[in-house]
Nanobody, 120 residues
Framework: QVQLVESGGGLVQAGDSLRLSCSAS????????MGWFRQGPGKEREFVAA????????RYADSVKGRFTISRDYAKNTLYLQMNSLKAEDTAVYYC?????????????WGQGTQVTVVS
């Protein structure tokens, strides 16, 4: 079993930066791909970024490329999402997820989410 707990959300101004963290427990952290997803108000959940278990491969949604960076710290069993140049449209609940496959259409394990609100 994998447990994921997100933190770091908050209310920020447009143009600001924020770093989300996802603390993972379970033996699979070092072998599973990890990803960030988000769901804005009135929208469906969408993919944001993901990273392989080795950290060698990352992928990003076009809407966040160049602004967001995903990374993982194996010593701390933690996944991060560094978000720069935030926009109002980045407002959403952000979820951490994990799965054996980077490209899985449905990630297996999910956190409870953390709210990010960007005001302009």
């Amino acid at each position: 079993q994998v447990q994921l707990v997100e933190s770091g959300g908050g209310l920020v101004q447009a143009g600001d930066s924020l770093r989300l963290s996802c603390s993972a427990s379970g033996r699979t952290f070092g072998t599973y791909a990890m990803g960030w997803f988000r769901q804005g108000p009135g929208k469906e959940r969408e993919f944001v970024a993901a990273i392989t278990w080795s950290g060698s491969t990352t992928r990003y949604a076009d809407s966040v490329k160049g602004r967001f960076t995903i990374s993982r710290d194996y010593a701390k069993n933690t996944l991060y999402l560094q978000m720069n140049s935030l926009k109002a449209e980045d407002t959403a609940v952000y979820y951490c997820a994990s799965d054996p496959s980077l490209y899985s259409p449905q990630y297996r394990y999910w956190g409870q989410g953390t709210q990010v609100t960007v005001v302009s």
